[in-house]
């Protein structure tokens, strides 16, 4: 359950529960998470589902599987990637433990000594076609779930019962959804509205650095920068940016380079492309799904903020 304590197995335990693709019922165990392996760590939420970012064809449901404390992908096996998905565990890679023998401290201070044949076996398994094509966790979402309709009951019982959701939230998201369904198939923006007039999309550079605030700009503002596919320049702004319009944050970093989770294929990211710290997707028009994403910012969304001005409030 969320907020319990866990260990996670060995490297040696772990690749015992793996195929010779390096999966467990569709899942791959990652090189970037054997330096977790022996470390303990708080459960972040149940991933009894996610939404599919392969197919957009809505959500899909996973079975014993949880996301741990922030931990999130440093993309080191993987070309790089700067995505920072949180990591899928399996409830077979992890073993519980009781709050008295575990200090959050204890995961921040492990210092892990990696299976180098474990971690070289697991490498061989991400990249498909030497360095041109990768296998993450995000590109293989298909292999490891099953289609969730909204009326799946379970999801929601799991929501409030694990994941801390209240019945209000999992009755707005319901119906934010329905709602959207309609919109949809009578060819209408989808609400929260994020889609634009324009032809041809602006571009502004602010030479953002991790580190800096930034506010971002009110929704009125970005959608005065949006296509009519509610892009600017390629990139989309997403119904769940929404309500971090009008606040403060601090840059977590510059994106340039994520993988393509369709294709496994490492994409240049063209232009800007900003990540703000502790600015994730919270799912209050995607069904609650936890997998707690990072949405990715043009600088024109954005305005610098002087290094004096407090923030208003940080959203997490």
């Known amino acids: 359950m969320p907020g319990d304590f866990i260990e996670v197995r060995s490297a040696t335990e772990i690749l015992a529960t793996l195929n ?16 977790f392996c022996g470390g303990r760590f708080r459960v972040y939420r149940r991933a009894h589902k996610t939404c599919d970012t392969i197919e957009w064809t809505g959500l899909r449901g996973m079975d014993r599987v949880v996301h741990l404390d922030m931990l ?32 959050r401290g204890d995961a ?50 799991c929501d409030v019962r694990a994941n801390g959701a209240t019945w209000w939230q999992v009755l707005s998201a319901i119906a934010v959804s329905t709602y959207n369904r309609f919109l949809r198939a009578m060819n209408r923006p989808a609400y929260p509205r994020t889609v634009g007039r324009l032809v041809k999309t602006p571009c502004e550079q602010l030479g953002l ?17 949006l296509d009519a596919q509610g892009k600017n320049r390629g990139l989309t702004f997403d119904p769940e940016m929404v309500p971090y319009c ?14 393509d989770e369709k ?6 990211i063209p232009g800007d492309c900003i990540i703000l710290d502790g600015v994730v997707c919270r799912a209050l028009y995607h069904r609650l799904c936890p997998r707690s994403t990072y949405p990715y910012w043009r600088e024109i969304w954005l305005r610098r903020v002087e290094a004096g001005d407090a923030p208003r409030r940080s959203e997490r």
């Open 263 to 268: 294709t496994g294929e490492l994409r240049s």
């Open 20 to 35: 010779e693709d390096g999966a467990l019922e569709g899942l791959p165990f990652m090189p970037e998470m054997l330096p």
């Open 246 to 259: 009008g606040q403060r944050f601090r840059v977590l970093r510059r994106v340039s380079k994520l993988i």
């Open 108 to 157: 921040a201070g492990h210092v892990p000594a990696i299976d180098s044949a474990a971690d070289a076996w697991l490498r061989e398994r991400a990249a498909t076609d030497g360095a041109a094509r990768y296998r993450c966790q995000a590109t293989e979402l298909h292999r490891a779930t099953y289609p969730l309709s909204v009326f799946a009951p379970k999801q929601y019982a």
């Open 209 to 225: 650095q991790a580190g800096e605030w930034v506010e971002v700009k009110s929704h009125a503002e970005i959608l005065a920068t």
């Open 72 to 103: 999130r992908c440093d993309g080191s096996a993987h070309g790089g990637c700067q995505a920072g998905c949180l990591f899928f565990w399996k409830e077979a890679w992890l073993k519980p433990l009781d709050a008295h023998t575990s200090e």
